[in-house]
Structures are given as structure tokens and as C-alpha cells.
């Protein structure tokens, strides 16, 4: 072991420790991402719906238009309790607060607004007398408040059994309660606290406490008291963990036990707000005393009464993601306690993950320095699959919640660290060379480069390559009106937006020459298609230019456009690294680089700015190609075949193109038997051409030119046979 590399592990266990430790104390930040990953999972998994005897009557919206504004007097939801009891509903519980006195009741309407005798005022109706009087005897649960003031207690109308240590420490702390009226008090069969997330920092439930405790008495929520009178039970049996003071395992309701977390919360496991949970105040308050499918969904359900109106503020946020009404999560609440779907976090879930990060931390420090960062990121996404199927598969399926997140990124930032300890330091001769070489080199190469041995070594090896040389049209014309300064910015300008082309294709750069490019396929990797794949990027640096001399992007306004030559030619080349041993280049020579250049010149002698060589032409089946002549070669007895590139395979599979191919055949054997219908067809052809590509006037007017002038050779000499 090298001393970078022990410095590198200890560097890196001393990272790994920190995490730990940074996870032990498990700060906000990281308590959050557990609770949106958990969300993820009911969002991906919700729990089903299921036609239970919960409902919700909602005071909504056509309830308001029918009996007007909110808060309603209460005689009004006395004629509502009578109602739902005649339904057969087996609880009516209020997730609603009654505080103060009904500002409504006739008896407080006179009373503030004249003076009256007292044993008269004592003959008016009072709307809280006349809503306890609907309670008394009835199943009717009401709710109460968290309070910062007074001293208030409500009553307790259920006993505590308890198992285990004692627990009055472990639930949310009541401090004080809003009252309710005494009449209501005294006539209610039993009273929960409606607070859904007392204390929460966050706008989401996730879970509700079940319980408060003020140090000595315990406080059921509103779902569980309406369960418990549902059942006509009388006692919860509370249990504590054994030996661990303040910690609660379990409630028992009845014939319900509900796994609950250590501070006596259900954690809420929701489902979709449908509408078959809700029935409409409205309706349940018809004069015709409520429908036929009304009175079977409330009939023998345990019924919530809140409101879900937008003006009232009672809107919620779900794991889902969704804002339903607060009331619906006490009946959903009730739901999951009836379906037996719980969720849980076991109290060995902090540990497991707590080991997960030292160990997997400890493990990817150790192959980052030993083996390689590659090793170690394959073994760091092996073990990142693993926790989220084991941690997706223990909430599917037995609905338990182990936190994925944590040792995923603990693990990131370990690998991270480490990888970055290694190429800073342990990888600093690799480093070298990619500094010295990568302005030079394409990056397909920089890998061979560091990656093979001896890879440079002076030579080089033959190759099937596509080469392509590009240049620039007018340059003495163009050069000669700019200043230096300006046609260095023109060419950087025009050469960066062309060689992106070259790159994005799978090409090598090989060199700029002045207002020229030379690149090439094939090499130093095996490309696949690399004849094609030069020409679209011909086509793309056509498009480019296009665009930049529309857009005006030289600053040439009037003056002209800027117009370009490009000659592709596949052949054998020797392609390798070329030099003195202190000071090369990656490059290709040979005949097949001097057919490419010669080539690209030709594109002036026949007007057109894409030309392929036959050989190239052989190996494009999707491209719009017409003949375009033929080239001598200084050595060589025959003459290489030439090709315009028209335009890609979209535009070689339109009917336009079709015609014109045809109409260019004919032309090219007119040519070539020197017919006196050269000029009609090339007048045609140029006609026909039409908007398919705009340097083909040029290209047609040139053939003409010829026609008009037949030189001791033709233009194009027969080469069909190369499609």
C-alpha cells in the first residue's frame, strides 16, 4: 500500500464516520427527504378504496347555497343530528368546534340587540339547548381544540388500561383545550381532539396523534373515540414498551389493535378522495328527508361531519399530494383502523440504516483506492438497487417504512469523495497527459491514449477511412475587407459552429488549416456507418450555415453570404500518431486524403457544395445523390466518379426527388452522347429542382454554360453504375 493510498483510506473512513454520526443525530434536512421518499411510495402504492361504513357529510358547497354562510345556528345541526340518527348511522362525530354560544339563537340575538325582561328573554328558543337536547341520548362524539390559553380540561368519557411502562410522556402535550358549551359537554357520548399535526413544521399529514396527554390523563382523538363508541366499548388498553418508560407499541379499541409510533401516532396510509366517501349536508337535510342511496350509505356508518367549502379553511395535504378536507382524514383514519393496512416504522429501522451507511461507506472507500472508482461505482449502484427493492418490497408488502435515502447518499458522497481523493492525487499521471493532449485530441482518443500502452509510440496503422475536407468560399475576397482582428473572430465564429457537426457525428478532428477542416471516420475507434455518418454531418454544417448567413451572424449585412466547399471520399489511409518523439500529431496520410482535398476543390469547378466519390456513394443507401461528373487524378488512368449530395433520406424518398433523378438521368446520358437535348433537359432539371436545395440552379446553370460551349470533353463521363 502506497502512502497516497493510506492517506486515501483514511481520508475516506474518517468521511465515512462523519456520516454516520451525521445520520445518528438525524437532522431535519434528512428527516424530510425520508418523509417525501415515504410519500413516493403511497403515491405509488395508495391504499385501495374500500366500500367501508365510514362516511364524511359534508357541509360544501351546495350546502352553503342551500342553507346559507357558515357558522349555521345550531338548531340547524340539531335537525341534522335527529336526521342522521333516523338514517341508522352508528356515530355522528363533529369535526367542528363549539366553543363559544350560538351567536345565532334567538335568545342571544335579543338579548344584544335590546333591552327585554329576563323571564321573557328566558321564554326565547336558545339554539345550544336545543342542539344538546338532539345529542343527548344519541352516539354523538364532539371534537375539541388545542389551546395557548386558559386552563380548560374536556372531560374524559372512556377509561385507560395500560400494559408496560408508563406512557404519559409519550404522546403530544396538551397544555390547555377550547371548551365546548356545558349542555353539549354533559349530553355527548364521548369527546376527541381534532389536531391533526399538532407541532408539525410541515403543511403535509402524515401521521395524527391518537392521543394527547397532559402528564396524567390521556386524550383520545376524534376517529378513535368514534370507533370506540361505534363499538360500545368503554376502555382502551394502552400498550407501553417493556422496560422503556414513555414509549407506546400499541391502542386497543374494542376488537381493533392499532400499531401506532412511540409517541402514540397512527401513521396514515391514504387512499384516493372519492366521492363515495362524501354525502352532502344538503342532501341528508332534503325535505323529502333524504334519498333511498343516502339513507343506505349512512345506515349503519360511522359518520363525520365537517366541511370541505374553501372559505372555511379546513383543506389539508395527503401523502398524496392531494388537498382534501380535514374531516376526511379522521373517516380515512377510521378506514385504515377497519381495513387492517398499517404502516410502521420498526425501532430498529434507525439502526439498520445507521450500520448500512458505515458499512457500505467503508466498503466503497476501499475499492475506490484498491481497485478502481469504476469497480466501486458499479458495486455503489448494486447496493443503491438493492436497499430501494428491499426497502419498495418491505412497505409493498408488509407495509413497513425503511429509509432508502439516507444510506444512498451517503454512499454518493463517500464514492465522490473518493474518486475525487483518487484523480487528484493518485491519478496525477494520467492527469498530466490529458492536460497536455485533450486541446489536441478527441476524446475517443485521450481514452486510448491513457488506457493503452505505448499508445504513443510514433507509426501508425491502414485504415478504412471517410475523410472530409471543408472550405471556406471567397476567402481572399473575404479576408482582404476585414480586419485581423475581425477575421479571426469570422473564422472562430463559422469553424466552432461547423466542427460541433464533426463531434456529434462520431468524427475526428484532425486539423484546421487556415479557413479549412480536416476530418475523419473509422479512426482511432471503429465507427460504425462512418461514410453516412460524415455526410449528415456535410448536411448539418449545411443547415448551420444557412442559419448563421440568414441570421447575419458574421456582420456581413449586404456585403454577401458566406459559402462553403465540403469533399467526402472513402478510401485506405494510414492513420496514427505522426511526428518528432517529443512533439506529434494524430493524423491521417496517403492517397485516399489527397482524393478527399481534391475533391472538395472540385466543388467550385461544378458549383455545388456537398461532392461524394463513387467509393463513397457505394456505402450511402439513404441519401438523395445525382451524378455530378468525374474527376481525374494526376497518376491514375481512370477518372473518379462524383456525387451531389441533395439532401438526406427523407428528402430521396419524395416523389419530388423522384422526378427530378429521372429527368437528371437523361440529362447525364444526353451529356454524354453530346445530344442537342442536353440544353432542354438541363433547362427541365433545373426547373424540377425547384426548392429541393437551392445550390442546384447554380449547379443546372453550369451544366448549361457547358452545353452552350461543349469542350473536347464532356462534363460528365458515364459513371452511373456507382448507385
Same mark, same amino acid.
Given at each position: 500500500?502506497?502512502?497516497?493510498?493510506?492517506?486515501?483510506?483514511?481520508?475516506?473512513?474518517?468521511?465515512?464516520?462523519?456520516?454516520?454520526?451525521? !445520520?445518528?443525530?438525524?437532522?431535519?434536512?434528512?428527516?424530510?427527504?425520508?418523509?417525501?421518499?415515504?410519500?413516493?411510495?403511497?403515491?405509488?402504492?395508495?391504499?385501495?378504496?374500500?366500500?367501508?361504513?365510514?362516511?364524511?357529510?359534508?357541509?360544501?358547497?351546495?350546502?352553503?347555497?342551500?342553507?346559507?354562510?357558515?357558522?349555521?345556528?345550531? *338548531?340547524?345541526?340539531?335537525?341534522?343530528?335527529?336526521?342522521?340518527?333516523?338514517?341508522?348511522?352508528?356515530?355522528?362525530?363533529?369535526?367542528?368546534?363549539?366553543?363559544?354560544?350560538?351567536?345565532?339563537?334567538?335568545?342571544?340575538?335579543?338579548?344584544?340587540?335590546?333591552?327585554?325582561?329576563?323571564?321573557?328573554?328566558?321564554?326565547?328558543?336558545?339554539?345550544?339547548?336545543?342542539?344538546?337536547?338532539? %345529542?343527548?341520548?344519541?352516539?354523538?362524539?364532539?371534537?375539541?381544540?388545542?389551546?395557548?390559553?386558559?386552563?380548560?380540561?374536556? @372531560?374524559?368519557?372512556?377509561?385507560?388500561?395500560?400494559?408496560?411502562?408508563? @406512557?404519559?410522556?409519550?404522546?403530544?402535550?396538551?397544555?390547555?383545550?377550547?371548551?365546548?358549551?356545558?349542555?353539549?359537554?354533559?349530553?355527548?357520548?364521548?369527546?376527541?381532539?381534532?389536531?391533526?399535526?399538532?407541532?408539525?413544521?410541515?403543511?403535509?399529514?402524515?401521521?395524527?396523534?391518537?392521543?394527547?396527554? *397532559?402528564?396524567?390523563?390521556?386524550?383520545?382523538?376524534?376517529?378513535?373515540?368514534?370507533?370506540?363508541?361505534?363499538?360500545?366499548?368503554?376502555?382502551?388498553?394502552?400498550?407501553?414498551?417493556?422496560?422503556?418508560?414513555?414509549?407506546?407499541?400499541?391502542?386497543?379499541?374494542?376488537?381493533?389493535?392499532?400499531?401506532?409510533?412511540?409517541?402514540?401516532?397512527?401513521?396514515?396510509?391514504?387512499?384516493?378522495?372519492?366521492?363515495?366517501?362524501?354525502?352532502?349536508?344538503?342532501?341528508?337535510?332534503?325535505?323529502?328527508?333524504?334519498?333511498?342511496?343516502?339513507?343506505?350509505?349512512?345506515?349503519?356508518?360511522?359518520?363525520?361531519?365537517?366541511?370541505?367549502?374553501?372559505?372555511?379553511?379546513?383543506?389539508?395535504?395527503?401523502?398524496?399530494?392531494?388537498?382534501?378536507?380535514?374531516?376526511?382524514?379522521?373517516?380515512?383514519?377510521?378506514?385504515?383502523?377497519?381495513?387492517?393496512?398499517?404502516?410502521? !416504522?420498526?425501532?430498529?429501522?434507525?439502526?439498520?440504516?445507521?450500520?448500512?451507511?458505515?458499512?457500505?461507506?467503508?466498503?466503497?472507500?476501499?475499492?475506490?483506492?484498491?481497485?478502481?472508482?469504476?469497480?466501486?461505482?458499479?458495486?455503489?449502484?448494486?447496493?443503491?438497487?438493492?436497499?430501494?427493492?428491499?426497502?419498495? %418490497?418491505?412497505?409493498?408488502?408488509?407495509?413497513?417504512?425503511?429509509?432508502?435515502?439516507?444510506?444512498?447518499?451517503?454512499?454518493?458522497?463517500?464514492?465522490?469523495?473518493?474518486?475525487?481523493?483518487?484523480?487528484?492525487?493518485?491519478?496525477?499521471?494520467?492527469?498530466?497527459?490529458?492536460?497536455?493532449?485533450?486541446?489536441?485530441?478527441?476524446?475517443?482518443?485521450?481514452? !486510448?491514449?491513457?488506457?493503452?500502452?505505448?499508445?504513443?509510440?510514433?507509426?501508425?496503422?491502414?485504415?478504412?477511412?471517410?475523410?472530409?475536407?471543408?472550405?471556406?468560399?471567397?476567402?481572399?475576397?473575404?479576408?482582404?475587407?476585414?480586419?485581423?482582428?475581425?477575421?479571426?473572430?469570422?473564422?472562430?465564429?463559422?469553424?466552432?459552429?461547423?466542427?460541433?457537426?464533426?463531434?456529434?457525428?462520431?468524427?475526428?478532428?484532425?486539423?484546421?488549416?487556415? *479557413?479549412?477542416?480536416?476530418?475523419?471516420?473509422?479512426?482511432?475507434?471503429?465507427? %460504425?456507418?462512418?461514410?453516412?455518418?460524415?455526410?449528415?454531418?456535410?448536411?448539418?454544417?449545411?443547415?448551420?450555415?444557412?442559419?448563421?448567413?440568414?441570421?447575419?451572424?458574421?456582420?456581413?449585412?449586404?456585403?454577401?453570404?458566406?459559402?462553403?466547399?465540403?469533399?467526402?471520399?472513402?478510401?485506405?489511409?494510414?492513420?496514427?500518431?505522426?511526428?518528432?518523439?517529443?512533439?506529434?500529431?494524430?493524423?491521417?496520410?496517403?492517397?485516399?486524403?489527397?482524393?478527399?482535398?481534391?475533391?472538395?476543390?472540385?466543388?467550385?469547378?461544378?458549383?455545388?457544395?456537398?461532392?461524394?466519390?463513387?467509393?463513397?456513394?457505394?456505402?450511402?443507401?439513404?441519401?438523395?445523390?445525382?451524378?455530378?461528373?468525374?474527376?481525374?487524378?494526376?497518376?491514375?488512368?481512370?477518372?473518379?466518379?462524383?456525387?451531389?449530395?441533395?439532401? *438526406?433520406?427523407?428528402?430521396?424518398?419524395?416523389?419530388?426527388?423522384?422526378?427530378?433523378?429521372?429527368?437528371?438521368?437523361?440529362?447525364?446520358?444526353?451529356?454524354?452522347?453530346?445530344?442537342?437535348?442536353?440544353?432542354?433537359?438541363?433547362?427541365?432539371?433545373?426547373?424540377?429542382?425547384?426548392?429541393?436545395?437551392?445550390?442546384?440552379?447554380?449547379?443546372?446553370?453550369?451544366?448549361?454554360?457547358?452545353?452552350?460551349?461543349?469542350?473536347?470533353?464532356?462534363?460528365?463521363?458515364?459513371?452511373?453504375?456507382?448507385?
Amino acid at each position: 500500500m502506497t502512502r497516497a493510498q493510506q492517506v486515501g483510506v483514511l481520508i475516506g473512513l474518517a468521511i465515512v464516520a462523519a456520516l454516520t454520526v451525521l !445520520r445518528a443525530n438525524d437532522p431535519q434536512l434528512l428527516r424530510f427527504a425520508r418523509e417525501i421518499t415515504f410519500d413516493e411510495y403511497q403515491r405509488l402504492a395508495p391504499r385501495p378504496f374500500e366500500n367501508l361504513p365510514v362516511r364524511v357529510v359534508d357541509i360544501d358547497e351546495a350546502s352553503l347555497r342551500e342553507f346559507g354562510q357558515w357558522p349555521w345556528p345550531r *338548531d340547524r345541526l340539531a335537525a341534522l343530528v335527529n336526521r342522521l340518527s333516523e338514517m341508522g348511522a352508528a356515530v355522528i362525530a363533529f369535526d367542528i368546534l363549539f366553543a363559544e354560544p350560538d351567536r345565532l339563537s334567538p335568545r342571544t340575538v335579543v338579548r344584544d340587540v335590546m333591552g327585554i325582561d329576563p323571564a321573557l328573554l328566558e321564554r326565547l328558543p336558545d339554539n345550544d339547548e336545543i342542539f344538546a337536547g338532539a %345529542t343527548a341520548g344519541k352516539p354523538v362524539v364532539l371534537g375539541f381544540g388545542l389551546s395557548n390559553e386558559g386552563t380548560y380540561r374536556p @372531560p374524559v368519557k372512556a377509561g385507560f388500561a395500560f400494559t408496560g411502562e408508563s @406512557p404519559f410522556d409519550a404522546p403530544p402535550r396538551l397544555t390547555a383545550a377550547t371548551p365546548l358549551r356545558p349542555e353539549l359537554e354533559a349530553n355527548a357520548t364521548g369527546i376527541g381532539h381534532i389536531s391533526l399535526n399538532p407541532g408539525s413544521p410541515t403543511a403535509v399529514v402524515r401521521a395524527i396523534p391518537l392521543l394527547l396527554s *397532559d402528564g396524567e390523563q390521556l386524550y383520545p382523538n376524534l376517529a378513535l373515540e368514534a370507533l370506540r363508541v361505534a363499538q360500545g366499548a368503554s376502555t382502551y388498553l394502552v400498550a407501553g414498551a417493556t422496560d422503556v418508560p414513555d414509549t407506546i407499541t400499541r391502542i386497543k379499541i374494542g376488537d381493533f389493535a392499532v400499531p401506532v409510533t412511540a409517541a402514540g401516532e397512527l401513521w396514515l396510509y391514504v387512499s384516493e378522495d372519492r366521492a363515495e366517501r362524501y354525502v352532502s349536508a344538503a342532501r341528508v337535510l332534503a325535505a323529502s328527508g333524504g334519498s333511498q342511496d343516502v339513507r343506505r350509505a349512512l345506515n349503519g356508518s360511522i359518520v363525520f361531519v365537517g366541511t370541505s367549502a374553501a372559505g372555511l379553511l379546513d383543506i389539508r395535504t395527503t401523502a398524496l399530494g392531494h388537498n382534501v378536507p380535514g374531516v376526511s382524514l379522521h373517516a380515512q383514519a377510521v378506514e385504515q383502523i377497519l381495513s387492517g393496512r398499517f404502516l410502521s !416504522r420498526p425501532d430498529w429501522a434507525d439502526g439498520l440504516e445507521i450500520l448500512l451507511i458505515a458499512v457500505a461507506g467503508s466498503l466503497l472507500v476501499m475499492l475506490t483506492t484498491f481497485v478502481s472508482p469504476g469497480v466501486a461505482l458499479a458495486c455503489g449502484l448494486l447496493i443503491t438497487g438493492l436497499a430501494l427493492a428491499a426497502s419498495w %418490497t418491505a412497505f409493498l408488502y408488509a407495509g413497513l417504512l425503511f429509509d432508502p435515502l439516507a444510506p444512498i447518499l451517503s454512499g454518493s458522497v463517500t464514492h465522490f469523495a473518493a474518486t475525487a481523493y483518487r484523480f487528484l492525487v493518485m491519478d496525477r499521471e494520467r492527469r498530466v497527459v490529458r492536460r497536455a493532449f485533450g486541446q489536441y485530441l478527441s476524446p475517443s482518443l485521450l481514452y !486510448r491514449i491513457e488506457h493503452t500502452q505505448n499508445a504513443l509510440r510514433l507509426g501508425g496503422d491502414d485504415r478504412e477511412l471517410t475523410i472530409m475536407f471543408v472550405d471556406v468560399r471567397n476567402f481572399t475576397e473575404i479576408s482582404e475587407r476585414l480586419a485581423p482582428r475581425e477575421l479571426v473572430g469570422f473564422l472562430n465564429t463559422l469553424l466552432d459552429a461547423l466542427s460541433r457537426h464533426v463531434i456529434a457525428n462520431e468524427g475526428t478532428l484532425d486539423k484546421f488549416i487556415g *479557413d479549412s477542416i480536416m476530418a475523419f471516420w473509422n479512426a482511432p475507434v471503429d465507427v %460504425t456507418d462512418h461514410a453516412g455518418k460524415a455526410v449528415r454531418s456535410a448536411l448539418a454544417m449545411r443547415e448551420t450555415l444557412s442559419r448563421l448567413n440568414d441570421s447575419d451572424a458574421f456582420g456581413f449585412g449586404s456585403k454577401g453570404k458566406v459559402g462553403i466547399g465540403i469533399g467526402i471520399h472513402t478510401g485506405l489511409a494510414c492513420v496514427g500518431n505522426m511526428g518528432a518523439e517529443t512533439h506529434f500529431n494524430y493524423s491521417a496520410v496517403g492517397d485516399a486524403v489527397n482524393v478527399a482535398a481534391r475533391i472538395e476543390a472540385a466543388c467550385k469547378e461544378i458549383s455545388f457544395d456537398i461532392l461524394v466519390s463513387e467509393s463513397t456513394a457505394k456505402s450511402l443507401t439513404d441519401f438523395a445523390l445525382l451524378e455530378a461528373g468525374a474527376l481525374g487524378l494526376k497518376g491514375k488512368s481512370t477518372r473518379t466518379g462524383l456525387f451531389a449530395v441533395v439532401g *438526406d433520406g427523407q428528402l430521396a424518398a419524395s416523389p419530388e426527388f423522384a422526378e427530378l433523378q429521372h429527368v437528371h438521368g437523361e440529362l447525364v446520358d444526353a451529356l454524354r452522347l453530346r445530344s442537342p437535348a442536353c440544353r432542354d433537359l438541363a433547362a427541365a432539371a433545373k426547373f424540377k429542382a425547384g426548392s429541393l436545395c437551392s445550390g442546384l440552379s447554380d449547379f443546372y446553370r453550369r451544366i448549361t454554360r457547358r452545353v452552350d460551349h461543349f469542350s473536347s470533353e464532356p462534363l460528365v463521363k458515364s459513371t452511373r453504375s456507382a448507385k
